[in-house]
């Protein structure tokens, strides 16, 4: 995990060096600007000096394998330095958007684990059935659709915009909502999350469905069930008993990509919905140039990644005691 995580710091380090423009290029711009409709009284003059004082000023004047070093020393510390663009320090920033994207995330795991596994299940016993054909070919159908499209389609037929009106559109509560009772707003809440929430797990809990019932399939042609079949167990037990345990191994192993995802977000789902989340705040900070935010929001969802990946790994142990990492 260290040398990953080195690795992934050093690659995004690398490429926010190269790419053109940059924080004080944007502060020069937007001076000019300033100036082009002020008193020509007023004007700053723009030297080479004051450029060099700028780069002093947020630590560029430095080589940048030294710029890397300091980084990375505040980076151990959880640092992540000042926001050009807000003035504030990054990791305030991140956490006054980290609740939106953490809901996503949260309640998607919930949500996709908690229907895709019965489900799957429930395909593979009845595979080939008529249940079988018409849920995949759904499944099939809501996998296709981008996320963004089905957004605009639900808020079209749903949130106002030419049939019904029974969803909110924007934020995740009422503007009202701190006035509201405890149970009051818990439901604006899942009102306000119901949509964009939808959009953001169908293709999450298609994908999870069809793995849970491959897996489910591939353990009962195992020879294990044939002779639990063979000893005279019921069908019941053999599947929940001696199948179901074998057959979440795959999806134990794809936990570790969600826990990244709880720091991603979606930018075109949080743009769509007017939700100030991770997402969204990222591409925001990728258009200003600012990389204090941009480097922060990679090595924070990096750790998660790996982080994921280690209960992955334990949970493949837990789940297949046959498994060693030794």
Request: hydrophobic share 50%.
């Amino acid at each position: 995990m260290i040398p990953t995580l080195i690795g992934v710091s050093l690659l995004v380090f690398t490429i926010t060096q190269l790419v053109p423009g940059g924080p004080i290029d944007n502060l020069v711009r937007q001076m000019k600007m300033g100036q082009s409709g002020s008193d020509a009284n007023s004007t700053i003059e723009l030297t080479e000096e004051y450029r060099q004082a700028l780069e002093a000023l947020y630590g560029f004047d430095k080589p940048a394998y030294v710029q890397y070093l300091i980084w990375m020393k505040n980076v151990l510390s959880l640092d992540f330095g000042e926001s050009y663009e807000y003035q504030e320090p990054v990791l305030d920033v991140i956490l006054y958007r980290l609740p939106v994207s953490l809901s996503f995330g949260i309640w998607t795991f919930f949500a996709v684990y908690l229907l895709s596994i019965p489900l799957g299940v429930f395909k593979a016993i009845k595979e080939n059935s008529t249940f079988d054909v018409m849920t995949s070919f759904l499944l099939f159908f809501a996998y296709s659709i981008p996320h963004f499209a089905l957004a605009i389609l639900l808020i079209v037929f749903f949130g106002g915009g030419s049939f019904w009106e029974w969803f909110p559109i924007q934020g995740l509560h009422s503007d009202n909502a701190d006035q509201l009772p405890m149970l009051e707003y818990l439901l604006d809440y899942f009102h306000h999350l119901f949509l964009p929430l939808f959009c953001y797990m169908l293709g999450f809990f298609a994908v999870e469905t069809f793995m849970m019932k491959n897996s489910f399939i591939a353990q009962i042609s195992q020879d294990y069930t044939r002779t639990a079949r063979a000893k005279g167990l019921p069908e019941k037990m053999v599947y929940f008993k001696h199948v179901l345990k074998n057959a979440l191994i795959p999806i134990a192993t794809s936990i570790g990509s969600w826990v990244g995802l709880f720091l991603a977000g979606s930018i075109l789902l949080e743009y769509i919905f007017g939700l100030e989340g991770i997402g969204l705040l990222n591409y925001e900070s990728i258009q200003a140039r600012d990389y204090p935010v941009v480097l922060a929001i990679i090595m924070l969802s990096a750790m998660a990644t790996l982080l994921g990946n280690f209960v992955s790994d334990v949970l493949y142990v837990i789940l297949d005691p046959r498994i060693t990492y030794d």
